[in-house]
């Protein structure tokens, strides 16, 4: 099916804003976690490798003055940082929207584990995964305050740490699930009748013979991504029916209801995924968007932004679009510096030519 453009996904701020805001987050954390609520340069500039920046990160810093105000400090003459007032009050929002959904995020986190085959993933997948499930830093170092006793810690092959839980006596439901009870399409029991919801782009038409399969499509069994599937055939359609249930499920839980298509292809393993999964986004375009901008391919789930959405609002994803307005007025603030800047040398240069004119005509009198 041939790729169709949709100018609406493409244009949605926070998704494409995202992957520019992560290192601007990280910064900004190890900015407020200093007891002094301020750092030299120094405690950061050879660490841009571990925030993603690929720039001196003075130079980052200083892209983004309605976040980081840039002072000199007590030693040295160094250049010191501190967050601006608006972001210092972000900071502070975003901290209660931690403490205060902690029960939802580590419910993201326990459903994303038990979408695994084993029930267990690799530390360093879920740490990888933190920014789209919304999980604050250190989120996992501090088991005792943010886990319950279904999670724990244990050893996997080739050496990896990882987090389980342990199986629940209370069947999970998936996104689709509840919605469809909600419809009273759905009872618990067999999973006939249960359908994706579809949003078309304008000006896309699958053809007559498409079409015809993605309706019988349709009416196959859903299969819950917290269900065993080692019983289905991995050619067949209902095998296909399982793995979109399961990028649905995926991108219901994450922070914008999207992720760059590339991250999601570590989970293969875990999740037993396909070897070309990256295809059911291209063959579902009724259902997922795929969106070139900043030079990556993003994965976007359409109903989570059509309509009266059934998709969970995830809580942060308010706290995120402020930050979004508040990196957005640097330009503005970067702008004017510029032409203050032309203005203050404009009349310098007229006052020195002034002068110049003044110092010439003394040296032509007559003496």
Request: aromatic share 10%; glycine share 6%.
């Amino acid at each position: 099916m041939k790729w169709k453009k949709d100018p609406f996904f493409d244009s949605i701020m926070h998704i494409h804003k995202s992957i520019e805001l992560k290192p601007i987050i990280q910064l900004k954390n190890f900015i407020a976690k200093d007891p002094s609520g301020c750092i030299p340069i120094s405690a950061v500039s050879k660490r841009g490798l571990e925030f993603d920046i690929s720039i001196k990160v003075a130079r980052f810093l200083r892209q983004y003055p309605s976040v980081f105000e840039e002072f000199r400090g007590p030693e040295y003459n160094l250049p010191w940082f501190r967050l601006t007032p608006e972001a210092a009050e972000i900071d502070r929002e975003e901290k209660r929207v931690f403490d205060e959904c902690k029960e939802d995020l580590k419910d993201r986190l326990k459903r994303f584990i038990l979408m695994s085959k084993d029930k267990v993933l690799p530390l360093k997948i879920i740490k990888g995964m933190e920014w789209y499930l919304g999980l604050p830093e250190g989120f996992l170092e501090d088991s005792k305050g943010n886990l319950d006793e279904s999670f724990r810690f244990m050893d996997m092959e080739d050496g990896l740490k990882g987090l389980a839980v342990e199986s629940e006596l209370e069947k999970v439901l998936s996104t689709m699930q509840r919605n469809a009870m909600k419809n009273g399409v759905y009872f618990g029991g067999t999973m006939e009748g249960i359908e994706f919801p579809i949003f078309p782009s304008k000006g896309l038409r699958l053809r007559r013979k498409i079409e015809g399969w993605l309706n019988e499509f349709q009416k196959l069994p859903y299969v819950s991504p917290y269900e065993d599937f080692s019983h289905l055939d991995p050619n067949s359609d209902v095998a296909e029916k399982r793995v979109v249930g399961i990028l649905h499920e995926l991108l219901s839980l994450f922070v914008e209801h999207s992720a760059q298509r590339k991250k999601l292809l570590c989970l293969k393993k875990y999740f037993g995924l396909p070897q070309k999964v990256h295809k059911a986004f291209e063959r579902h375009p009724h259902m997922f968007y795929l969106s070139f901008k900043n030079k990556t391919c993003t994965a976007i789930l359409k109903e989570a932004y059509c309509g009266k959405s059934s998709i969970e609002r995830h809580p942060l994803l308010g706290v995120r679009k402020k930050y979004i307005r508040l990196v957005k007025e640097s330009g503005r603030i970067l702008k004017n510096r510029k032409t203050n800047n032309q203005f203050i040398k404009q009349e310098k240069l007229e006052k020195d030519s002034d002068s110049d004119s003044e110092s010439d005509d003394r040296t032509e009198l007559p003496l």
